[in-house]
């Protein structure tokens, strides 16, 4: 994947979570913050690495609905997904529009939602339903420099690390969770060792220190759709 910094591990800290009294309805529920830093377990320094976390309900927990959304769009543009990185709702639906002059197929093989949308044309548009919640890693078939990952959730409980590789997520109902941690180029086995309940009772609760081995993987290293290696193809003149 891209945009990752060269170091050996990352911390997770300062997960924490406050809440406050309000109205009992589900949207305006007592309202809750988590917190969450990411740094170099060797260094302390900020990385600014991709990083999602989220809280899942657990029956019981008063649910919180997603607002109104969409259209969402990956832009196919200078051999690039546009954005990298994208938060939904399961069940939203994604267009793939191909901005390049020249022919994109993008595919996904991984647990989030499997699709080959085959090859397709400038200025073509495709559009995929991601109808079950997990993480989808998307790739082009003929670049393999190409690389997105879209992140389909139950709820709208989560928060994206931003330049300070910090994480908050914002009006969280008192309850009963499982908490759900992404951090690009972090294997999905390290991350699912990673998955807690939670439980949310007081205004500041402190979900302690998660420390995860990390080490940047090629932007190339993945296979094709096929499960083979990219053949190398001509440089073109744009």
């Given at each position: ?32 913050t ?55 709702p ?6 793939f ?7 994109h ?8 939602k ?11 548009t ?17 670049h ?55 439980h ?39």
């Amino acid at each position: 994947m891209k945009n990752l910094a060269k170091f050996g591990a990352l911390a997770l800290t300062s997960i924490l979570i406050g809440a406050h009294a309000a109205p009992l309805n589900a949207e305006d529920a007592p309202s809750s913050t988590v917190q969450l830093h990411i740094a170099s377990a060797q260094s302390g320094e900020s990385h600014a690495v991709p990083a999602v976390a989220w809280l899942e309900p657990e029956p019981g927990t008063p649910s919180v609905p997603f607002p109104a959304h969409g259209p969402y769009t990956l832009l196919q543009k200078n051999r690039t997904f546009v954005p990298h990185l994208q938060v939904i709702p399961a069940g939203s639906v994604i267009q793939f529009p191909n901005a390049d002059p020249y022919f994109h197929n993008v595919f996904s093989l991984y647990a989030g939602k499997r699709f080959d949308l085959g090859l397709y044309e400038a200025g073509a548009t495709k559009s995929v339903t991601f109808s079950r919640v997990g993480v989808s890693y998307i790739f082009c078939n003929i670049h393999p420099e190409m690389s997105a990952v879209v992140i389909a959730l139950s709820a709208p409980l989560y928060g994206i690390a931003n330049r300070a590789d910090a994480i908050s997520i914002h009006n969280v109902p008192l309850g009963d969770y499982t908490l759900h941690i992404w951090v690009e180029g972090v294997p999905e086995s390290t991350l699912s060792r990673q998955t807690r309940r939670v439980h949310i009772t007081s205004p500041n609760t402190h979900l302690g220190i998660i420390t995860l081995p990390f080490s940047e993987p090629s932007t190339t290293g993945h296979t094709n759709k096929f499960g083979k290696p990219y053949t190398p193809i001509p440089k073109q003149p744009y």
